[in-house]
């Protein structure tokens, strides 16, 4: 019944809102003086409200909202909007040779999803109240006793609304026992198949503890498929404990992926472009500072201006990282003599008093100015402007396992450590604040690090 519902609901709200996208958009280019002819406004209406049933079941408009907040939903309308508008719009321009007025067409992109969503409203708070009162519910079960049961239990308790009541929980052999509240534990889950035999149950939720083998888990999916129950497992089961779980795609196959880092989003996607734009952007900015620095280093010191050196970018790919030379040409032979006098823990080699560093090469570090060459590595991909600092091959080589996940991202030119604790000697710690960094990711973040970083090369607390 529950899913005939929902069909009977979706067929209604595809109606109302067909109709509305032919009211809305048909008044609101015919009363517009520049929109011209009204057969092509007409042939928009036409092809808008024959491809709405096409893009907004792409955008799964129509599927069950039991789960979906307010943003969420008015954020698919706007989606599948602009999707039908555009399709529309390129149709009507081909078809009549013709424009149309696009300051109303703007209007209509930004009114339909409203409209839609006013539309749904009453349906929403209709069925808010009587799953409040125990109708309309999706009951529900739980296999396994894992680290996200009380999770969802928790949350089950705190939205009633959604109207899913829980039945229980299956324990699957081996899981350590945890409090479920008032939830009963209704058996193992090898008596699940007897229980759906005897009680309505409309979706299982799989949340095994880690110790749970995919052997278990798959056992549980052969015994309940006959029963055509939908099964929800959550990914988080068999995820690393630093992984972002997602469903993508292996070409036409359906895989689970797990990402260590960051996941791919449009957030990743603006951050590469904001460093391709400001790295272009100060390399010109910059240019003069890049002039005076390159005429002291050849008036002050014998050798190149610039300095490269291979480092380990993205999972460990090799590239040259460029800076302004600020030590003594044969500065990696010397080092082999002052190894014993590293200031560091772990695989990386640092001095505060370094005596390979030139007069002018320490005013350049104190400034940070020795970095900038970095934004050609920023442009080029190589880096970007916030991330772990790139390290040296043989420092990689030394890494201990854990250390390795720093290069899941690319490396950057400043990073926390490079902002709090530059004067610290403790690489554990250097190595906790980049895991820091990619398991708390955000445009956010990167901006602060940005701004405290502006604040340290001006203040000149550099290396």
């Known amino acids: 019944m529950l899913r005939e519902h929902q069909e009977i609901l979706s067929a209604a709200l595809l109606v109302t809102d067909m109709a509305a996208i032919g009211v809305l958009s048909g008044l609101g280019l015919l009363t517009s003086p520049v929109t011209g002819p009204a057969p092509r406004v007409w042939l928009l209406v036409v092809l808008a409200v024959s491809a709405w049933p096409i893009l907004a079941w792409k955008w799964q408009v129509y599927h069950s909202r039991r789960l979906k907040g307010l943003p969420e939903e008015l954020f698919l309308l706007f989606k599948a909007t602009v999707s039908t508008f555009g399709l529309a719009t390129l149709g009507t321009v081909v078809l009549s040779k013709g424009a149309l007025d696009g300051t109303r067409l703007l209007a209509v992109l930004l009114g339909v999803p409203p409209a839609l969503f006013l539309i749904r409203l009453p349906f929403r708070l209709f069925l808010k109240k009587i799953r409040t009162h125990g109708k309309n519910l999706r009951y529900v079960v739980i296999a396994g006793r894992g680290e996200e049961t009380k999770e969802i239990l928790s949350y089950l308790k705190g939205n009633p609304h959604f109207g899913l009541h829980l039945l229980g929980c299956f324990g699957f052999a081996g899981e350590k026992d945890i409090s479920l509240g008032e939830v009963p534990l209704l058996g193992m889950v090898k008596d699940l198949p007897a229980f759906l035999e005897k009680n309505v149950v409309d979706e299982i939720l799989i949340s095994p503890a880690r110790d749970v083998t995919l052997a278990q888990v798959n056992q549980v999916l052969q015994a309940v498929e006959e029963f055509g129950i939908p099964i929800r ?30 996941a791919e989003s449009f957030s990743m996607v603006f951050k590469r472009a904001l460093d391709m734009v400001v790295s272009a952007l100060l390399l010109v900015l910059l240019s003069p500072v890049f002039i005076l620095a390159a005429l002291a280093i050849k008036l002050t010191s014998k050798g190149p201006v610039f300095f490269s050196q291979v480092r380990c970018g993205l999972h460990g790919r090799p590239f040259k990282v460029f800076k302004f030379r600020t030590m003594v040409t044969d500065a990696e032979k010397k080092k082999r003599h002052l190894l014993k006098m590293n200031e560091w823990d772990g695989p990386v080699f640092k001095m505060k008093n370094d005596p390979r560093i030139t007069p002018v090469g320490r005013f350049l570090r104190k400034f940070s100015i020795d970095e900038l060459p970095q934004l050609y590595n920023v442009l080029r991909g190589e880096m970007s402007l916030v991330g772990p600092r790139p390290p040296l091959p043989d420092e990689v080589a030394n890494y201990d396992r854990k250390h390795l996940r720093r290069l899941s991202v690319r490396p950057g030119i400043t990073c926390i450590w490079q902002v709090k604790a530059r004067d610290g000697r403790d690489f554990k710690k250097w190595v906790e604040m980049d895991l820091e960094y990619i398991d708390n990711w955000s445009l956010g973040l990167d901006l602060k690090l940005l701004l405290l970083t502006i604040s340290a090369v001006i203040r000149g607390t550099g290396a």
């Open 233 to 262: 497992l959550l990914p988080k089961t068999f995820s690393p404990r630093h992984a972002k779980a997602s469903i993508s795609w292996f070409g036409t196959i359906p895989t689970m992926a797990w990402c260590m880092g960051p």
